[in-house]
């Protein structure tokens, strides 16, 4: 395996760079297009992605690239890294101030390294495999709920969502967690449950979830004490539509709800 140190050093010396990119573009994001409905992209996000990708280009030039603007390269390296310049686009163009920057590098289906940071708080969450998350010099971990009714759920959901589309799931996830929110940026959302700020994260789509969103959040919520399972439990792979993410006993939960959930609507 790779050093797991190397690629973190790299990454935070990295994505304060991007962050200041994001930050200077929030206020004037530029013209907005879409690469299909719902799905916007600007300037900024392209120009964070190819500085982002001239930096590992120069110090990995035989690691392969994913990311979520200028697709794949390097072909079938062992190591890849996974970029998504804004993780929340949306928030980003109609100036809500929620969006990230997100990194992780992988080799095969382990995540070597990941980083999140959030351009306007100057918050910056990353992780090596088998050294623990930090946000900025502090140590973090996933945080003590030790059950839904006491826990802070957050969601990324669409209309095509498994969650959504179980009998009566959704209505009792409402009724049994403390809270739910909706923030619009998964990449953000997995740091805050690493940081104990959210305590489980439901995401999920009738599509596979882009490896570009998560693998920076993975590393995190990981490294700081938690699980990152789909819906029968098991790791993720690029084909899973649906994740979990918090403590281990929090995942548990969430699915033992999910399986005792009425038939899926069609």
Do not use: C
């Not at 599509?207 to 998560?214: G, K």
């Amino acid at each position: 395996m790779s050093d797991p140190r190397e690629l973190h050093r790299f990454l935070v010396d990295l994505m304060p760079r991007l962050g200041a990119m994001a930050r200077a573009g929030f206020e004037n994001p530029g013209p907005v297009t879409y690469k299909r409905p719902g799905n916007p992209v600007t300037a900024v996000d392209r120009a964070i992605e190819a500085a982002a990708r001239a930096s590992v280009e120069g110090a990995f030039p035989d690691h392969a690239i994913v990311g979520e603007e200028m697709g794949a390269s390097g072909g079938a390296a062992r190591l890849r890294w996974f970029i998504d310049p804004i993780d929340g686009t949306m928030n980003f163009i109609r100036g809500i101030p929620f969006f990230s920057v997100s990194i992780g590098v992988a080799e095969g289906n382990t995540i070597l390294a990941g980083a999140v940071l959030d351009p306007l708080r100057n918050e910056l969450f990353h992780a090596a495999r088998g050294d623990g998350a930090m946000l900025g010099d502090v140590p973090i971990r996933i945080g003590g709920a030790s059950d839904l009714l006491h826990a802070a759920v957050s969601m990324q959901t669409s209309a095509s969502s498994e969650f959504l589309n179980r009998e009566g799931f959704m209505t009792a996830l409402h009724r049994r967690a403390q809270k739910t929110r909706k923030l619009g940026t998964i990449a953000l959302e997995l740091a805050y449950v690493a940081a104990g700020r959210m305590d489980l994260l439901i995401a999920g789509k009738g599509t596979a979830q882009a490896w570009w969103d998560i693998a920076g959040g993975w590393a995190l919520v990981e490294e700081a004490g938690g699980r990152v399972a789909d819906l029968e439990g098991e790791a993720l792979t690029e084909a899973t539509t649906h994740l979990v993410a918090g403590s281990p006993p929090l995942v548990e939960e969430l699915l033992a709800m999910l399986a005792a959930s009425g038939p899926r609507r069609e």
